[in-house]
């Protein structure tokens, strides 16, 4: 697992998602379906409108190949 600016701890959980899948070459439909939830749902985690439950983390984290805590809002120390 490697680090980028996505872990940097000024950005929302649903931006650093959003970074992690561009970098990655996905879209959005094609990590909504490997994460088993829809296209929109994932949208409105990226953009703020919703929180992710901690299973939805748990797999973008393993589809994305990072670990958990960068996508989170607290600093990794």
Do not use: C, F, K
Not at 18 to 43: F, K, Y
């Amino acid at each position: 697992m490697t680090s980028t600016p996505a872990s940097n701890a000024s950005l929302p959980v649903g931006r650093r998602i959003q970074i992690w899948r561009i970098q990655r070459h996905m879209t959005r439909q094609e990590l909504a379906a490997m994460i088993d939830v829809s296209p929109n749902r994932l949208g409105n985690i990226e953009t703020g409108r919703t929180s992710a439950y901690g299973y939805e983390l748990a797999r973008l984290a393993a589809v994305l190949n990072v670990a958990v805590l960068e996508l989170m809002d607290t600093p990794m120390t």
